[in-house]
């Protein structure tokens, strides 16, 4: 039941994307076509919830019992940039089709700031191992929800005769105010 | 020579100003803008962050060899963010808890790693020096242009101060009978007004 109650906070209450900006880059930018929106929903899925566990394992048992708390920022940074580059290693090897998919994608996800703050956030609410394993696939299932409905609305967009001044970038970012305001709806639930 | 490293200041400040000319680092623009107070912090500690950042990049560009260069410049500039995270948790203790997880969030911000990647690892140090100031700058007032907006239609008044150095006080500038539209401090109203002011200077033209 804690874990329902955490899937859906993340996903809905405080959704990454649009209650606590985090990820807004690759929101804007891989949200022009649905493709792209469902290969970079997929590939934060998959390296965010490893990363979670990671930082986690880390964070844990390395930098507190140590006292390294301070080097935080450039050990989670330097966990996620390698992780990155393992998973896209072992994917070209192992499972190509994915690794196809997933394509440039993986790259871009290291600087993406919603895997780092997520593991961050992890850290300072100081979570226990299994809900900081739930909240990091919640938040990232919330990215890919976020970003699938953007990119439906941005196709819709491309249709409509938008004032000149409006167009493009700041079209998008008044859809995601709007999208940000459904969002709304969500809050009080939990 | 002096001409050009003016020109790589001055073209940060609005030919190329983050976020409104350059689409990137969104995060903290978003974020942090619920007032012109932390728009300017934020700002501010970004700017520290580009400067010394793109300075120590442009200085070793001939050194970090050129397949691990986005490493390289990542522990760089991660080194400053704490450099960063520490002095505000020392000096300035409030806005370092406003600001919260973002503060940590400038290592992966895009516009530092951008003109690390774009400028600096192909400049001479004066005109990264140069850059990272502008561009500093330019982001800086550029959050503190949407924080205060906001905090204008969402609260009716401007409050604050930079660092303790400079404060401003200005209550009920639209009349005590004005409402405050609660939408523009919120998450859904960050966005909208960020869209509008994008808009507004894709009004005025740039050269």
Do not use: H
Request: with cysteine.
């Amino acid at each position: 039941m804690e874990y329902i109650e955490i899937i859906v906070a993340t996903i809905f209450v405080n959704n990454i994307l649009l209650a606590q900006f985090l990820g807004n880059c690759p929101f804007l930018g891989t949200s022009k076509k649905m493709e792209t929106a469902l290969g970079m929903s997929m590939a934060v899925i998959f390296v965010l919830v490893m990363a979670g566990v990671m930082t986690w394992v880390i964070f844990e048992y390395l930098l507190e019992p140590y006292k390294l708390v301070y080097l935080r920022t450039i050990a989670f940074i330097l966990v996620i940039a390698s992780l990155v580059q393992f998973v896209e290693m072992f994917l070209k090897k192992s499972i190509p089709g994915l690794y196809a998919g997933l394509g440039i994608f993986l790259p871009l996800i290291t600087t993406n700031c919603a895997v780092f703050g997520a593991c961050v956030l992890n850290i300072d609410k100081e979570l226990d191992f299994l809900p900081a394993l739930v909240t990091s696939f919640g938040y990232a299932a919330g990215f890919g929800l976020a970003l699938i409905i953007f990119a439906g609305l941005r196709e819709r967009i491309l249709l409509a005769r938008v004032p000149k001044p409006l167009q493009d970038t700041s079209i998008a970012l008044i859809t995601a105010g709007v999208i940000s305001l459904s969002f709304y709806a969500f809050r009080g639930m939990v | 020579m002096a001409k050009s490293i003016a020109s790589e200041f001055t073209k940060g400040l609005w030919n190329e100003v983050p976020p409104f000319r350059l689409v990137l680092g969104l995060c903290p623009v978003l974020g942090v803008t619920t007032s012109m107070k932390n728009g300017i912090g934020m700002g501010l500690a970004t700017t520290f962050v580009l400067l010394c950042s793109n300075v120590l990049v442009s200085l070793l560009r001939k050194v970090i060899p050129a397949k691990v260069r986005i490493a390289c410049f990542i522990i760089i500039i991660a080194t400053f963010v704490i450099v960063v995270e520490q002095m505000m948790a020392a000096f300035a203790y409030g806005l370092f808890l406003d600001l919260g997880v973002f503060i940590p969030l400038i290592v992966v911000n895009c516009i530092v790693l951008g003109r690390a990647e774009a400028f600096a690892s192909k400049n001479g140090v004066f005109k990264s020096t140069a850059d990272g100031l502008g561009i500093g700058l330019g982001f800086t007032w550029a959050l503190g242009l949407l924080g205060a907006v906001r905090e204008l239609i969402g609260t009716g008044s401007l409050k604050g101060d930079v660092f303790g150095m400079i404060t401003w006080d200005f209550q009920n500038i639209f009349g005590a009978a004005f409402e405050p539209l609660g939408f523009a401090v919120q998450a859904p109203g960050a966005f909208v007004i960020l869209g509008l002011l994008l808009c507004a200077m894709n009004l005025i033209p740039s050269k």
